[in-house]
């Protein structure tokens, strides 16, 4: 029987359990990555391990989140995260260089090799045939000092791609297309493997543009074969030796197979609020845009911006529209400044954008009241932009610039231009200047804390008894954004007591309030949810500050991977409902208990929750053995300590 591609990367790096979908799995982590936002944490989690040097091959840290730097806060942390990177042999990207994912695979990605990154979007190395996975901080401090990653063995999804994109069409089309099919819930576990004869007519930039946003179909990464076209872009990258080839058996077996026939796709747009409400540019042809943003880690290629620049050539955007361009990285943006496409950029009428996350994550940009805004990013959650009554439109850099052009939502097709055919250059512009090696003698090094910088907040070990309050009640699709929002109050990242003011905020602006008056008065606080809870980024925090509010668990109908994980990092304990209707039944403010939990988890057996009104709801907890035992310990860092007791 042959092995599909994601087996065969997994079997090189197992280090415990079997390739058995469902399981639990360890494997080695060969590669990391942080960025600024989730980095500190992830620095501060390390530093508590006593581990001078990281035993990975490679580690970075990025700095591309937050460079606003509005205050002492964000220069603190950027200052940190250098010296903490300096001391233990990890490299340091500094603000500028650009966007962590797409500067890991320009500069770092390595086909066959795994990628553990605290950033949801980390399967953007998927594009160079790595196995690539979000993780929160703690995960990744871990794997910092050699330990392995704890996943479900996945399920493995083939998406055969045959024919090839038509003019107009582009790769986000591909995965807008998959977001339709599949929407962002209900893939928990599985893995998107891309096959097919249509996989040698997308470049490495458009199949990263695909596995970039595979992260929002909620699976656990999305990986591309690594063939001829992987080998010559590593070769423009000047790293041709670390070319592998690698591709499924003939007859690799897959849970579940996909057809896709490029060559009848047509321009899509993700409607607000959410990446999976997909419809036809034709279909919304004709809305009014206000702002147009061309850049994130999705959309910011060399490839990208050329292809923008040349739309724009000698023509000038629409007069009422607001209009930026962000390039993914300093490679991106030297290369278009030397080959004049950022003056074409420039004499449109757009705004040019350092090479930061910026306005994907709400960092400025943020739309006037009611606008709408289409964006190449990969999120459009309500608020997301800094604006709540933004209407976010998510598209292709050829959607995108058709409606900067015409300051309508405009199928690109309908622009009566020639598509520009733009060529992957032969080499491209290397200069890691601003990557910053290791350095030589750590001792020397005196790791700066700033008054930013706080200590990563104690947990208690869980309590027998859970008694308190519903302290909110939420619907679907809860994100992280939700929970824990970005955008102005990034900032915090580094200060748990201060950041914890805002969960929830756009949701119910009191529940901090509420949540620690409850605290106070030895109440604990529970959150009650809906089906896939947890959506969208990484951030731990979204668990961290909840932990520090007093929330000892979440009851939902289902949750999303890398949240799940984090809660029980960080000791809160996630159930699901054991009959989905019960959601039903009980309101915010109901108090509520939950008895005898350390027997029930060591058992493996369901717990019930009472609610003051005297009705019982039957709960379920699948954690696996060891999630039982840091959870019980009150997370991952409590456990770790017993551990090496
Ligand atoms: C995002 O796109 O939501 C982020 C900001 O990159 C997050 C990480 C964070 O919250 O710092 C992610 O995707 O994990
Ligand atoms: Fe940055 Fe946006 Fe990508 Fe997150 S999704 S890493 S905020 S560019």
Redesign the pocket.
Known sequence: MGKNLVTKILETHLVEGTLQPGTEIAIRIDQTLT?DATGTMAYLQFEAMGVPKVRTELSVSYV??NTLQDGFENADDHRYLQTVAAKHGIRYSKAGNG???QVHLERFGRPGKTLLGS???TPTGGGVGMLAIGAGGLDIAVAMGGGPFYLTSPRVIKVNLTGRLQPWVAAKDVILALLEKLTTKGNVGFVVEYAGDGVSTLTVPERATIT?MGAELGVTTSVFPSDEVTKAFLKAQKREDQWIPLAADADAVYDKVIDLDLSSLVPRVAKPHSPDNIATVKDVAGTKVDQVMV????NSSYRDLMLVASVLKGRRIKADVSFGVAPGSRQVLEMIAKNGALADIIASGARVLEAT?GF??GAGQAPRTGAVSVRT???NFEGRSGTKSGQVYLASPETAVAAALTGTLTDPRDLEIAYPSIEMPQEFWIDDSMILPPADKPDEITVFRGPNIGDPPKTDALPDRIKGLVTIKVGDKITTDHIMP?GSRLKYRSNIPKYAEFVFEGVDAQFSKKALENKKAGLHNVIMAGASYGQG?SREHAAICPMYLGVKAVVAKSFERIHAANLINFGILPLTFAREQDYETIAAQDSVEIADIHEALRAGRGLTLKTGAGASIALVSSLTARQREIILAGGMLNYTRMKSK
Do not use: E, F, L, V
Not at 295 to 298: D, E, L, P, Q, V
């Open positions: 960025q591309d989140h966007i962590c994912h950033d949801s979007h970039n850049g994130s880690c999705t996350c994907c994550i990013s990969n999120r970005a980024s």
